[in-house]
């Protein structure tokens, strides 16, 4: 479980440097994927705002749901 919660953790951070950089007018020519991670996360198809946006998201739900898994089983682990 910490595995899974640190790469789910991983995976938001590389998303939302992705994000915030589709956000900056300027910074590059057009839109495009800021680190190989989110490409690998992403794909190649449909790039737009709306869809970092809805990729970011989805990656701090499941590290949210990770974090709480790992939470819980550590705590359950403890009891044994």
């Not at 595995?3 to 953790?9: G, I, N, R």
Request: proline share 1%; with cysteine.
């Amino acid at each position: 479980m910490l595995v899974a919660t640190l790469f789910s953790t991983l995976a938001t951070v590389c998303l939302a440097d992705n994000y915030i950089q589709s956000l900056i007018p300027g910074l590059q020519d057009g839109i495009s994927i800021s680190n190989s991670l989110a490409y690998y996360l992403i794909g190649e198809d449909n790039w737009s705002h709306a869809t970092y946006q809805a990729a970011f998201e989805y990656a701090v739900l499941v590290s949210i749901l990770c974090l709480i898994s790992y939470i819980a089983a550590s705590i359950l682990e403890a009891r044994k």
